[in-house]
């Protein structure tokens, strides 16, 4: 009886995709992006976030941003960047289901900065996600640690932003094996062709 009960909720489970932003889906800058004139999309990461618009997964960006700690920016600030992007994925035939933040330095050592996995797990919690049967696409060894620590089915590296030179540190050679891929929009066709809705 319990079983059944059991299977049937697991059934009814979403999937994610949970990206990082910076790097992944717009370009990084080295003094933080600070408002909206600072966002540039990577090359294709419009056209992969579009054709993953039909995809079953939940799409959830999960990102870092300790710029609003160091008093660079502010949260309201930040908010306003982060609705911009995903007003320009959303004009571009694309989805965004969530953005989860983490406004913290590495120094104030929170549950949710990168690569610890609060993020994940409450975007879990908020959108009852099957983790086993998710991914994580970043461009760091954070987002990898971070996406293995949630329980992910998979962490994936795109070289884009950092993540070329991420990739080759003596501590990722720890880690293997993890994907590596060139782009965002070849990191969703691996995906998604599991799912047989390969990107087009």
Partial sequence: MNCGVISSIMESMD???FLDRDGVIIENRANYVRSCDDVTFLPAALAALRQAAASPYRIIVVTNQSAIDRGIITMAQA???NHHIVGEIE????RVDAVFMCPHTPLDQCDCRKPRPGMLLQAAEQFHIDLRRSF???DSLADLLAGRAAGVRESIIVRT???AVQAALPEAHLLQPFPLFDSLYEALDSILQQTNHPLS
Wanted: charged share 10%.
């Fill in 15 to 17: 999937t994610a995709l």
């Fill in 79 to 81: 908010d306003t960047i």
């Fill in 91 to 94: 004009n571009a035939g694309g």
């Fill in 136 to 138: 994580m696409i970043g």
């Fill in 161 to 163: 932003g950092r993540g």
